[in-house]
């Protein structure tokens, strides 16, 4: 699990269909074998830190369903190591479980100061992107400040623009989108209530029964 709250940056050493390789900015304080770290949000396995190098392992689901799969040596990713117990939870909850890869329509300061970033998705998530609600983007939690059938924009404060790797992300970029997991668990309650209720299926009153509710 993690915040959102992006601890530092990497380059993509290099990528094949099992092994992502990145060369963190700063080098991580006692890496730990089999630990979970947030790459561009996405939650990977550390497999080795020799010589400060982090090594995962990727499985095709993963570079199919997030943009790792489509970035290229010398690219910049957001890092960050998983929450601990006692730790702040400055930004919002995280798992690290890419819904979808968006694209960057815009990226511009605004006449008011404020940098805009807006963002395409596919239109099945739309019930998810809620005004003020937790977007993370490329694993930077943020806050929706726009959301339509198909898009939504958030504005990113200097220090964002600074310590993550939005600062290079221009139009067209692909960027790795989770929706709130809070958002996603009601919606499905939802959906499951609105279900007529099959022999054998899942239904609201099944889970009551079995004490889940």
Do not use: W
């Not at 949000?41 to 190098?53: D, F, M, P, R, Y």
């Not at 690290?96 to 970033?117: A, N, S």
């Not at 005004?131 to 726009?146: C, F, P, Q, R």
């Amino acid at each position: 699990m993690f915040t959102g709250l992006v601890q530092g940056m990497g380059k993509i050493v290099s990528r094949s269909s099992n092994k992502l390789v990145i060369q963190p900015d700063q080098p991580l304080s006692d890496p730990v074998y089999g630990e979970s770290i947030a790459v561009n949000g996405c939650c990977l396995t550390l497999e080795n830190s020799a010589g400060g190098v982090l090594t995962f392992h990727t499985m095709e689901e993963t570079l199919r369903r997030t943009n790792l799969g489509m970035l290229v040596s010398g690219s910049t990713v957001n890092l960050e190591r998983a929450l601990r117990l006692g730790d702040r939870l400055g930004g919002h909850i995280v798992q690290g479980h890419v819904d979808c890869v968006g694209e960057v329509l815009e990226c511009r300061r605004m006449p008011d100061g404020d940098f805009k970033l807006a963002i395409s998705f596919d239109p099945q998530f739309a019930p998810l992107a809620v005004v003020k609600g937790g977007i993370a983007i490329d694993g930077v939690s943020l806050t929706v400040v726009e959301a339509a059938a198909d898009m939504l924009s958030v504005r990113l404060i200097p220090v964002t623009l600074q310590d993550t790797a939005l600062y290079s992300r221009q139009p067209g970029a692909k960027v790795n989108l989770e929706f709130d997991v809070v958002g996603r668990y009601i919606l499905r309650m939802m959906e499951l209530e609105k279900t007529p209720a099959k022999s054998g299926g899942v239904t609201m009153e099944t889970l009551l029964e079995a004490g889940f509710l």
